[in-house]
């Protein structure tokens, strides 16, 4: 298994673009695969394992799809084979599920292994399979996977989704599309990904409304065609560099980014006294030193993300004062922070909540990263820490961060990849 080892001590400086957004991606590819007509060209993919994993389960089911140059992707599923997904790729990535939604919708039925993904929290199915079942299809478990059937097209219907639910939102938008009749949306999720889903549906001819917030309305339709679409920037991505800058007491300007996509990062990155500069495509983070203690309480969009709450812990841990960070959308989230007190972060933690007391400094360590951000936070705390820090688990990261280490070592960190 690959590691990475970090010399820390050094203030990053420089410039980094961020990929296409991974969590619009994995979604738009499958959305793509609704069309019975023409060929979709998709820009800005990123090429992370997840998104690598998924166009070999649509090649599986009979799709053409194949890469131009690192970012361009072609999905040519005019003819689908099959109503069964891969069962070796499709349980390691938690975005099989919106294979669900696409089969349903396509085929009529749907065999899809139960998904894996980071052990961050149980993220239960149902709301999936609820939804699904309030479409009119019949929907079991079996053999460890899920598995669906309709009689003719799924029912267009108003559905509650529990929790604001953000790959039930997605899920159902997917099989929404191609519904006898109108699906209305309630508590829909409100993230950015959500509305770039949106656009790309209603660009191959689906009729999707109010996305962006929390109710949706989707008009179905008879059938979609390919059409060419740009995904946006990874938020997720340049949050975690603009931390980097900021743990690490650099500058760093992060390019390829929409900053109202982290309005809310922002927000608290400049109350723990971080400068932030900004553009229509560019946010610049200048650190200091050391920063202050801000307390954080993550929440489903516009509200502080969940996918970024390790990170900034990680940045918590070497602050000045005391900060506590509630997780409120996973249970059992705080498993990384193990290995941030094995470098020397003084954290403890009570069920969803965390109390951080900044400590002077960190030191390198051997720790071992168990999710994608979980070990994004122990990259950048190796950043940080004095002597050497040694990775393990790097292909969680890689899920979610393409060339990190490449990204790193151009803004002057001290890190490689080694096998």
Aim: net charge negative; charged share 20%.
């Amino acid at each position: 298994m690959a590691q990475l080892v970090i010399e820390g001590g050094r203030s990053l400086a420089g410039d980094v673009a961020v990929a296409g957004s991974k969590n619009s991606a994995l979604p738009i590819i499958v959305a793509a695969a609704l069309a019975d007509e023409g060929v979709t060209v998709l820009e800005n993919v990123p090429r992370y394992t997840d998104i690598l994993d998924l166009c070999q389960i649509l090649r599986d089911m009979g799709a053409e799809v194949e890469w131009e140059g690192e970012t361009r992707l072609h999905i040519d599923a005019r003819v689908l084979t099959t109503h069964q997904a891969r069962y070796d790729l499709a349980r390691k990535l938690r975005g099989s599920t919106y294979l669900v939604g696409l089969l349903l919708a396509r085929m009529g039925k749907a065999d899809v292994a139960f998904p894996g993904g980071c052990q961050i929290g149980s993220r239960p199915v149902n709301f999936h399979i609820q939804g699904f079942q309030a479409l009119g299809a019949t929907m079991w478990l079996e053999h460890g996977s899920i598995q669906g059937t309709i009689d003719g097209r799924l029912k267009g219907t108003r559905i509650y989704i529990e929790r604001a639910s953000f790959g039930t939102t997605l899920n159902l938008m997917i099989a929404g599309s191609l519904a006898d009749g109108t699906t209305i949306l309630e508590n829909a999720a409100m993230e950015p990904e959500i509305v770039d889903v949106a656009n790309f549906l209603n660009g191959m001819g689906a009729r999707v409304r109010g996305a962006g917030t929390n109710l949706i309305r989707i008009e179905g339709v008879d059938r979609l065609k390919g059409t060419r679409h740009e995904i946006i920037p990874d938020r997720l991505e340049a949050g975690t560099y603009l931390i980097a800058g900021a743990i690490t007491g650099g500058v760093v300007t992060v390019a390829n980014v929409i900053p109202e996509h982290l309005r809310t990062v922002l927000l608290k990155l400049s109350q723990a006294g971080a400068q932030i500069d900004e553009d229509m495509d560019w946010i610049r983070i200048i650190g200091r030193p050391r920063l202050h203690a801000v307390d954080i309480e993550t929440l489903p969009h516009p509200g502080f993300p969940t996918d970024l709450h390790p990170q900034m812990v990680a940045l918590l841990s070497v602050t000045e004062g005391v900060a506590v960070v509630q997780e409120t959308v996973f249970e059992n989230r705080f498993g990384y922070t193990h290995d941030l007190v094995r470098l020397g972060a003084d954290i403890n933690v009570d069920r969803e909540t965390a109390i951080i007391r900044g400590v002077d400094r960190l030191t390198g360590a051997p720790v071992q990263a168990q999710d994608i951000r979980g070990g994004a936070a122990l990259v950048l705390a190796a950043l940080k820490a004095e002597g050497t820090t040694v990775v393990d688990g790097v292909e969680y990261i890689d899920r979610g961060y393409h060339g990190m280490e490449q990204k790193l070592a151009s803004l002057g960190a001290a890190i490689e990849r080694r096998a």
